[in-house]
């Protein structure tokens, strides 16, 4: 008899957890202050339409998951920043994965796009009801380029204020030019080195989110590639892992920048320093 192989039952465990997930269909999640979490609890998130809630006045977050859908680890993120002081009227989760997660959503790439362009008519409708506001946007893994090519897609007149991308899973030389004309402070984007099953073996494998076969930003960073606009990179911050995040609960693996105590301490402050917007939203460039 074959010995027992404890990395293919690994691996056959994380297919059938994945192939077991519930069923999605772009669906929208929202969580209001009503429904923010006890010290040590999460917040409380319900099925939304998803144009109604966008329409509601106040600072808006809009948070991208990864290929799995939206999962406990985007609500740690979540809680983690509330416990840092981002102060928003709403959260918003868009789950783009169409009951569908996994390497089949990480390859439907016009599917993709499409499912892209309802994030950037969810943020479009909120900034032409409350020009006055923030609006944040977060995403993690493959949610980063979905997030990215939803920024790409907003009208001239929309800008966000700050995004956080997590562990994104799009290709180094992916040109960020356009989605950053559409950002009025920084993109901050974190990676790790030591993220090399997922960022590195992974998209060597099956494929960034943009299709290419590589290690993606999120293990080595965005490089600036040529012909990309040089001012808009000024927005861009790289922030490449430090071991002394390890004390947060980020020890540099896929999933660490999702950890409660690191979006408290680390992710957070990026948000709630945010100068606040005293008019309307201005044009992109």
């Known amino acids: 008899m074959r010995s027992v192989s404890w990395i293919g039952i690994f691996l056959a465990g994380l297919v059938f957890a994945v192939a077991a997930a519930p069923t ?55 809680a983690g920043l509330i416990d840092g002081g981002v102060q928003t009227s709403h959260i918003i989760v868009y789950d783009w994965t169409e009951n569908d997660p996994g390497i089949d959503a990480l390859h439907a790439r016009d ?40 920024l ?15 562990a994104p899973a799009l290709s180094p030389g992916y040109d960020l030019s356009k989605a950053l004309r559409h950002v009025r402070t920084h993109l901050y984007a974190f990676s790790s080195i030591h993220d090399v099953l997922i960022l590195y073996t992974g998209t060597k494998l099956f494929g960034t989110i943009d299709g290419v076969m590589t290690q993606a930003a999120g293990f080595s ?23 002394a995040w390890m004390k947060l609960g980020n020890w540099g693996d896929h999933i660490g920048p999702m950890s409660r105590p690191f979006a408290q301490h680390v992710l957070a402050p990026l948000l709630v320093q945010t100068p606040a917007s005293t008019e309307p939203t201005a044009d992109a460039k």
């Open 111 to 150: 599917r993709n796009r499409r499912e892209a362009q309802q994030i950037a008519d969810l943020i479009t409708t909120h900034a032409h009801s409350d020009p006055h506001s923030k609006i944040f946007v977060t995403a993690h893994s493959g949610g980063c380029g979905v997030a990215v090519w939803a």
């Open 24 to 78: 999605r269909a772009g669906e929208v999640y929202a969580a209001t202050p009503t429904t923010l979490p006890m010290p040590y609890g999460w917040p409380a998130f319900q099925q939304v339409d998803g144009a109604t809630t966008a329409a509601q006045p106040g600072n808006f977050l809009v948070h991208v998951p990864g290929i799995g859908g939206f999962m406990g680890i985007d609500h740690t993120l979540i």
């Open 152 to 166: 790409e897609l907003l009208p001239a007149d929309v800008s966000v204020d700050t995004v956080l991308l997590m």
């Open 221 to 243: 960073g965005f490089v600036e590639p040529a012909g990309a606009d040089a001012t808009e990179y000024l927005k861009l911050v790289p922030e490449p892992y430090q071991n």
